[in-house]
């Protein structure tokens, strides 16, 4: 581009804005093809397009950057507002608004000292929420049936742990497969907490008893999926106890501060998870012995109490003896007693069988026949009422008897109506049976029989073929053997000739042979090709 300098300008070029706006663009792309630029990222935006508009800037200038949608999915650390990070990508223009910006295809921390100081805002802006409060923590299920695996179907970590509770307690184990770092970690991890939480009791797919998420080591920036505040509070809104086991003893992430139990290593949560059952089995011995040793000690100190007391009691003579001696003279008192009571018992009788006259007898015996009388009268009409009450309970239950009756022998009869119908069909069939089977085994043997008519070499015969045999019956498939025979049999369709290999004589029509000396059958198709 030529400068203008000061004076008349008729002849100079007249460029258009597009033309500028395309020479700056080159010149920006040349100087500037590919970038690293270090600055604190500002002003952030998402929209619904999936790309990622953000600004880098020092103390003295802004850059605007963006990454399109596929940059932004494969990026391992995605820029927020404050971080300082190392932003990679080309320098360009944007003529639409005047101004210059980067494509961004990678970001990374500028430091792990930002990293850090990041994580450790987080992490207190989601302890001020209380997710990592020590009162949400719940017990771990001490034998749990179901334990979920949150891991990498593939990795060393899963066959760590399957083979540490295959040790120690085997039990049933459900893994839910995840990417363990990079861009979908964190969703796919909070997802498998959320999915089995969702899992209902007693269905199809048994829910587990605990979950253990697990990582192997690794940087930070690996281990940074489980720093996610998604992944977080999955782990806090879990109702299932949870176990962290991501990376190794020294690497912490946020994961560990929300879960139930945090384990230093995968290995170590399956330890976590179940004891060992040969442990539990030498302690359920040993509880057994010491619960019959105190058994048999508590038994012995009471019978050696009971024991004891027994000594300090008297003899069951010396007790018996004072209650004898008083009813030997109670006895001996009793006699006389029974003679004064009935002596006046009758003193005192015989003025009143004085007073007793016939007449009040017979005034006694007339009440007594009078209140006979209206018994008897009651009586009568009981048999008769009860006789009528009993035809009418009999005769209700001969009608019922009798609608029975009439039921069962309209069901027999139905059901010999069916048995008849179905007698008859299998007659029926039983008589077709044996023409259908006859019928199905002679079309088989046809079937056969023309196999055997086609596979047999007389077929072959008819196409044109001819089987050659020396004096013996021997087959002659050669021409070496053919000269060496000197004579040879020649069997066609029709019939069989002789013949000498150096000669043509006629013909000569070959009688069959008597049947003992019938020659063997040659083998069916194989040796003619």
Not at 70 to 98: H, N
Not at 291 to 304: G, N
């Amino acid at each position: 581009m030529d400068l203008l300098e000061d004076g008349p300008t008729g002849n100079a070029h007249e460029y258009t804005v597009s033309e500028i706006s395309g020479a700056v663009k080159r010149v920006i792309e040349g100087e500037f093809a590919r970038v690293r630029v270090r600055g604190e990222v500002g002003r952030v935006s998402r929209p619904a397009s999936g790309h990622m508009y953000f600004d880098l800037k020092d103390q003295g200038a802004v850059i605007a950057a963006v990454s399109w949608k596929g940059q932004v999915a494969r990026m391992q650390i995605r820029p927020e507002e404050g971080m300082e990070v190392i932003a990679t990508g080309k320098l360009t223009t944007f003529p639409g608004q005047s101004k210059y910006q980067l494509i961004v295809d990678n970001v990374e921390p500028a430091g792990a000292g930002a990293l850090m100081a990041m994580l450790e805002a987080r992490r207190k802006a989601l302890a001020a929420e209380g997710l990592f409060d020590a009162d949400r923590k719940r017990a771990l299920p001490w034998l749990p049936e179901v334990i979920g695996v949150v891991t990498s179907p593939s990795g060393a970590v899963i066959r760590d742990i399957l083979h540490r509770l295959r040790e120690r307690f085997p039990r049933r184990v459900l893994i839910w497969p995840v990417a363990v770092q990079g861009q979908a970690c964190a969703p796919e991890v909070a997802a498998a907490i959320r999915g089995f939480n969702a899992l209902m009791p007693g269905g199809a797919v048994p829910r587990p008893d605990l979950i253990i998420v697990a990582r192997g080591g690794g940087s930070l920036e690996d281990l940074w999926g489980f720093n996610e505040e998604i992944v977080v509070r999955a782990a806090a809104e879990s109702r299932i106890p949870l176990i962290s086991a991501v990376g190794h003893e020294t690497d912490t992430t946020l994961i560990d501060f929300a879960s139930d139990r945090r384990a230093p290593t995968p290995t170590a949560a399956a330890e976590m998870a179940v004891p060992v059952r040969a442990d539990l089995a030498n302690w359920l011995g040993e509880t057994g012995l010491c619960i019959t040793r105190a058994v048999r000690a508590r038994t012995d100190a009471r019978a050696q109490r009971l024991a004891d007391l027994s000594r300090a009691l008297g003899r069951p003579e010396a007790l018996v003896a004072p209650a004898r001696q008083r009813f030997d003279l109670v006895s001996d008192r009793l006699g006389p007693g029974l003679r004064m009571v009935v002596v006046r018992k009758r003193g005192a009788f015989a003025p009143l069988a004085a007073q007793v006259a016939p007449r009040l007898l017979r005034q006694v015996l007339m009440t007594e026949v009078r209140r006979i009388d209206q018994l008897a009268g009651r009586l009568r009409p009981a048999p008769g009422a009860r006789l009528r009450r009993a035809q009418q309970d009999l005769s209700v239950l001969s009608q019922r008897l009798e609608a029975a009756h009439l039921r069962a022998i309209a069901e027999i009869a139905r059901r010999t109506r069916e048995g008849r119908t179905q007698l008859a069909t299998l007659s029926s069939r039983l008589a077709q049976a044996p023409g259908t089977r006859l019928a199905m085994l002679g079309e088989r043997l046809d079937r056969l029989d023309r196999m055997r008519q086609t596979l047999g070499y007389r077929e072959t015969l008819r196409r044109g073929y001819a089987v050659v045999r020396d004096g013996q019956g021997d087959l002659l498939t050669t021409a070496m053997a053919v000269r060496a025979a000197g004579l040879m049999e020649v069997e066609f369709q029709d019939g069989r000739v002789t013949a000498r290999p150096d000669a043509a004589p006629a013909p000569e029509v070959v009688k069959p042979k008597p049947r003992g000396k019938r020659p063997k059958e040659p083998p069916e198709q194989g040796d003619l090709f």
